[in-house]
């Protein structure tokens, strides 16, 4: 059997960056946001309104500047 | 809940049966459908004797074989219909990012676009209506599809389903958040409350979601479905909650929309990378039926939005 592995954090291409299970993430301002759900989603394109999380927007934005 | 109010001679008929105490069930094998509301009513209720039932029909009347024949002929046409209804031949290429292109490319009228800047309350309040059918039930459909699966895309689907029921605790359930604002909206919060003013669009949006995860055949498409759902729900539930708040209305409830842009921010990468995409690293002959299903939720919101706004004359 081999591991079918499960990592903790997932870099999603163009989208987000995906965290598995409980970590705190200090944002651009120094400001600290503990997690609250089993996976969340930090922002990668800078332009989310919810800081420092996803809130899908990277998908508005034209692909060449998604990260 | 009692059962619905019938359409027509079919769901009359079945409705009849299934609420006697000596039914005749030859009399509904031998009733066709008047038309697609009077199949559709019919269908949703035959697939709610396997959710939660209904107060005046026996529990043991799940399993009744000519219920079950019936939902199968009944199943059988409207698969047959979402089938023509989509193209026939699914994109090639990367699945992730095939699948995002795929969504982004279609194109269609948005609710969410609406309620963001133009709908009155009395809009909103009757799109609530409409949505409670589903939301009262969210996610339940899926979880049909759990024991079906291989070991990483059943984890991967019990990982998004967790947060779908509140992480065990049963006041994050994001049914029962839909469920306190249709209360302090003045609604009614009780499962299945509207199913009689709901129109035929969204009784089609709801039995295919069922179609999908009582079918074990059919476990692409529902995954699909909700990949699909997932991508399509972040953006739009950040206008809805934004034009809720423009019409004052309750706290839950623009809370049950604002929980969703984050919330779906993260279920649309797992649905799309981790569920669908272990799903097609396990089984890729069902690309096609993932596409299907993707389509078919894409396209029953459009036609539902469609006669929405039409009745609105937005």
Known sequence: ?67 | MQTPKGRGSLSETVFAAMRSASPSWKQTLHTLADDDEDLQITLWALYELHYRGFDDVDEGLEWQPELIELRRSLEMSFEHTLRDRAPSVSPDGEFAETFFDFVAGHDGPSLAAHVHRTADREQVLELLRMRSIYHLKESDPTAWVVPRLATRTKAALMELQFDEYGCGDPNRLHSELFARGMDQCGLRPEYGAYIDDVPLEVLEENNAMSLFGLNRRLRGASLGHLAAFEVTSSIPSRRIAQGMTRLGLPEAMIDYYAEHVEADAVHEQLAVRTICGSLLDEEPNLRDDVFFGAFTCLDLEDRFAHRMLAEWAA
Do not use: F, Y
């Open chain 1, 1 to 67: 059997m081999t591991d079918t592995g499960h990592p903790t954090v997932i870099l999603c291409a163009g989208g987000p960056m995906l965290l598995r299970g409980d970590h705190v993430v200090e944002d651009a301002d120094g400001e600290l946001h503990r997690t609250t759900r089993p996976i969340s989603a930090v922002c990668r394109c800078g332009k989310s309104g919810s800081q420092p999380w996803c809130d899908g927007t990277h998908k508005l934005i034209p692909a060449k500047n998604r990260p």
